[in-house]
């Protein structure tokens, strides 16, 4: 914890996968290894951490609310909202479950005001390929799947016809199937694909 307190990330995170890898059953360097990540700003990363620190630990609410947080910050909503109320029955006094619950039910009401705010806009502008990305991603994140891959593939559609690049959401990116480098937006390298499917993309934020 020291390389932590002292600001050395990478170097801590290096530590914590050696002791993952030294003592494979010790819920700490799962704990620590994801919390770096989530210093770091990489909350997909972590996630893996926490659900095996708190499997292997299940008595410890710090655990539990480490991986509400981080669902709740890639965007899973949904997911974040059903594991934390799931875990306050199990720690029902823990005050820091209790605050996360409270932001991801923020969160969610976030994602229905976009939700709200580009069906708006969407009325008069049906073909705007960033309204129906920025619509799906808010679909997505609130469990709405049908709503949000039917928007996804418009988007798509736009996209290849009008040569639009759109990668900023946790998991998806739009793309022309002919365009080879990647998008400004993306982590990735872009690989052909079908004109049937959708690239997958994970940039950070």
Same mark, same amino acid.
């Not at 801590?12 to 996968?17: G, S």
């Given at each position: 914890?020291?390389?932590?307190?002292?600001?050395?990330?990478?170097?801590?995170?290096?530590?914590?996968?050696?002791?993952?890898?030294?003592?494979?059953?010790?819920?700490?360097?799962?704990?620590?290894?994801?919390?770096? /990540?989530?210093?770091?700003?990489?909350?997909?990363?972590?996630?893996?951490?926490?659900?095996?620190?708190?499997?292997?630990?299940?008595?410890?609410?710090?655990?539990?609310?480490?991986?509400?947080?981080?669902?709740?910050?890639?965007?899973?909503?949904?997911?974040? /909202?059903?594991?934390?109320?799931?875990?306050?029955?199990?720690?029902?006094?823990?005050?820091?479950?209790?605050?996360?619950?409270?932001?991801?039910?923020?969160?969610?009401?976030?994602?229905?005001?976009?939700?709200?705010?580009?069906?708006?806009?969407?009325?008069?502008?049906?073909?705007?390929?960033?309204?129906?990305?920025?619509?799906?991603?808010?679909?997505?994140?609130?469990?709405?799947?049908?709503?949000?891959?039917?928007?996804?593939?418009?988007?798509?559609?736009?996209?290849?016809?009008?040569?639009?690049?759109?990668?900023?959401?946790?998991?998806?990116?739009?793309?022309?199937?002919?365009?080879?480098?990647?998008?400004?937006?993306?982590?990735?390298?872009?690989?052909?694909?079908?004109?049937?499917?959708?690239?997958?993309?994970?940039?950070?934020?």
């Amino acid at each position: 914890m020291a390389l932590l307190d002292a600001g050395k990330l990478p170097q801590a995170l290096k530590k914590a996968q050696l002791g993952i890898k030294k003592f494979p059953k010790a819920s700490d360097y799962q704990a620590i290894a994801g919390f770096v /990540l989530t210093e770091m700003k990489q909350y997909r990363k972590s996630i893996p951490h926490f659900i095996e620190a708190s499997r292997m630990k299940p008595d410890d609410p710090q655990f539990s609310e480490n991986l509400a947080n981080a669902l709740m910050q890639t965007g899973q909503i949904l997911q974040a /909202l059903t594991y934390a109320e799931k875990k306050i029955e199990r720690f029902p006094n823990n005050r820091e479950l209790t605050r996360v619950i409270d932001e991801i039910q923020r969160q969610g009401e976030n994602w229905r005001s976009i939700i709200q705010f580009t069906t708006h806009k969407l009325a008069s502008d049906p073909n705007n390929a960033e309204l129906l990305s920025k619509r799906a991603r808010a679909f997505q994140s609130i469990g709405f799947v049908e709503e949000s891959t039917r928007d996804i593939q418009r988007a798509y559609e736009l996209a290849q016809r009008t040569q639009l690049l759109h990668c900023k959401w946790p998991s998806i990116c739009i793309r022309p199937v002919t365009e080879p480098k990647r998008s400004k937006f993306c982590k990735t390298s872009w690989k052909p694909i079908p004109t049937t499917r959708m690239p997958s993309c994970n940039p950070q934020y």
